[in-house]
T-cell receptor, first 114, second 114 residues
Framework: GENVEQHPSTLSVQEGDSAVIKCTYS??????FPWYKQELGKGPQLIID?????GEKKDQRIAVTLNKTAKHFSLHITETQPEDSAVYFC?????????????FGTGTRLTIIP | DAGITQSPRHKVTETGTPVTLRCHQT?????MYWYRQDPGHGLRLIHY???????DKGEVSDGYSVSRSKTEDFLLTLESATSSQTSVYFC?????????????FGQGTRLTVV
């Protein structure tokens, strides 16, 4: 099955600086790579996703890049703000007997230092 | 927010007792999932359902069973709770279309087995 590795597990950055979180995946059949943000006491929420037919996608201060050859994808947050502090999860889809499901990374706790 | 309700939100139970967690959705989504979240492990899939009465195992299914008798309800049962099942449990839903596999998560259920 699919295996997703995520690094780093914790990340602290000064407010206004950039943050980068990296993930690798194992199944070459995976073609959908979402990123979820989890705030304290809440369920994860999708913030951005990328499909295998593109190499980069941006949404305001957030961007995701995908390298299919190397099987890795990254989340980039620019001009970080205190409200960016949260746990971030990457994920990749996997197919099991025709059914599609998500495999998640282990999460990165991002802390923005004012 | 997607219409997902988990109940109960918190539960403390004794080792060896049965426990049932409920996930209710109002979105009419086909897929429903149960994940558990533990420090250092991220989100791990327990069971999922791809339709009424159609369920399958995830990566950490031992000790858990599920049922889906209606589109809107997905039940997770711990037949005989153990301390290793102390965790935060999240239900998620998704509706697979050709280009959209976003998963929406509930608020979570914190289960403590003593």
């Amino acid at each position: 099955g699919e295996n997703v590795e995520q690094h780093p597990s914790t990340l602290s950055v000064q407010e206004g600086d950039s943050a980068v979180i990296k993930c690798t995946y194992s199944d070459s059949a995976s073609n959908y790579f979402p990123w979820y943000k989890q705030e304290l006491g809440k369920g994860p929420q999708l913030i951005i996703d990328i499909r295998s037919n593109v190499g980069e996608k941006k949404d305001q201060r957030i961007a995701v890049t995908l390298n299919k050859t190397a099987k890795h994808f990254s989340l980039h947050i620019t001009e970080t703000q205190p409200e960016d502090s949260a746990v971030y999860f990457c994920a990749a889809n996997a197919y099991d007997l025709g059914n599609e499901k998500l495999t998640f990374g282990t999460g990165t706790r991002l802390t923005i230092i004012p | 927010d997607a219409g997902i309700t988990q109940s109960p939100r918190h539960k403390v139970t004794e080792t060896g007792t049965p426990v049932t967690l409920r996930c209710h959705q109002t979105e009419n989504h086909r897929y429903m999932y149960w994940y558990r979240q533990d420090p250092g492990h991220g989100l791990r899939l327990i069971h999922y359902s791809y339709g009424v009465k159609d369920t399958d195992k995830g990566e950490v299914s031992d000790g858990y069973s599920v049922s889906r008798s209606k589109t809107e309800d997905f039940l997770l049962t711990l037949e005989s709770a153990t301390s290793s099942q102390t965790s935060v449990y999240f239900c998620a839903i998704s509706e697979l279309a050709a280009r959209n596999t976003e998963a929406f998560f509930g608020q979570g259920t914190r289960l403590t087995v003593v």
